[in-house]
């Protein structure tokens, strides 16, 4: 059993019935065989915001990459700003420094089972839909078993995969610009990621 639990005070925003494609023992012999059913999936908004390092406009590293979980959506932003500001106060990183720290925030919807398993303080607990559930379409079963036989086939989609192009990411903060600019950017990314509070 798929025991992954997500915390989440966001809403869920839509349950769904989806055609699943599963690998199981369904005989008890320990031989994974095809499986298809349906099933029920939830999906709620979920938020990151990750800081990074670039000097010369090539990557350095990534710094801290905060999530919502259970803080409410979009509380990860600020946040995950501060912290840049500091590191940019820290090595005296301006606008026009060779060193550049940005924050990156990223809106995605997350599938879950629909039935929250637990409540810690207001944060639901979901169990998380499995990687292995691949979206069963016409053509599902062969590409997986010509990727098995590791022959070129297109990876089928996964049904955690099925929103990711409703995933918005953008760049809220960075030591480039001036604090107008940024605070434009992150309104802006609000705006389009649906945070409203």
Known sequence: MH??????RSPILATETV???VFADVDGTGRRQPMEIEREVAW???CEAKVAFFHGGQHLKDGVCLVDHSYGLGSCLTSAVRDARRF???YSVGRDSSLTVEVVGTMKLTA?????VETISQARGYREVPNEWYLNSKGTLEELRKLWAGEDATPPATVR???DSAT???TIWTSRNTEEENASLLVAFRAKAGITA
């Not at 025991?3 to 989440?8: A, F, R, S």
């Not at 879950?112 to 929250?116: A, I, T």
């Open 3 to 8: 025991d992954h639990v997500t915390y989440t």
């Open 19 to 21: 055609p699943v494609l």
């Open 44 to 46: 709620f908004p979920e």
């Open 88 to 90: 940019a106060d820290h």
């Open 112 to 116: 879950v089972l629909p039935n929250p």
């Open 161 to 163: 995969g099925m929103k």
């Open 168 to 170: 918005v990411r953008e």
